[in-house]
């Protein structure tokens, strides 16, 4: 494994930050379809998409987003502008089923109060909850010339 010691929890949350830009449009897209095929709300007492499905495809727009992301090349466009990138590890790209464990443990991760975040700043190797569930880490790319 690389030396994760210079991966400061300030790039990675810089990182999470710049991803968010781009999930925002995912999730208007991803409302923009569902309140084409139910109708627009009528009433704020009575929504026509129920919560649970805007909450349901909200969830597997943004996991898709990451898991594809991370699969193909180990980094979101976020992760690229900060020279960061995903792998297993043994330093290999993930598999899908990593994404999606990674994915589940960084929920959990923030449902505790982003504990699960916060543990890079206690981890010897700068590691998060969801890293070490999910048998990943997050390395450095070097600058390009």
């Known amino acids: 494994m690389a030396d994760l010691s210079r991966l400061s929890f300030w790039r990675q949350l810089l990182a999470i930050v ?5 999930v925002a449009p995912l999730l208007m ?16 007492s009575k929504p026509a998409v129920p919560d649970w499905l805007i909450q349901i495809t909200s969830l597997v727009v ?14 979101t466009l976020g992760m690229q502008a900060w020279r960061i990138k995903l ?9 899908f089923k990593q994404g999606y ?19 890079v700043l206690f981890h010897p190797q700068s590691r998060s909850w ?6 990943t ?9």
């Not at 464990?101 to 543990?119: K, P």
């Not at 880490?137 to 010339?145: D, G, M, N, S």
Request: glycine fraction near 6%; proline fraction near 4%; hydrophobic fraction near 50%.
């Open 29 to 44: 897209a991803n409302a923009f379809v569902l309140v084409a095929v139910f109708g627009p709300t009528e009433s704020i």
């Open 18 to 22: 710049y991803d968010l830009f781009l």
């Open 87 to 95: 792998v297993d590890d043994l330093g290999s790209p993930i598999s």
């Open 130 to 135: 969801h890293d070490l569930i999910s048998k």
């Open 137 to 145: 880490h997050l390395e450095i790319q070097p600058k390009k010339a």
């Open 62 to 75: 943004v996991t898709t987003f990451f898991v594809i992301f991370w699969h193909k090349s180990g980094q």
């Open 101 to 119: 464990i990674r994915c589940a443990a960084a929920c959990l991760s923030l449902v505790v109060f982003g504990l699960g975040y916060w543990w």
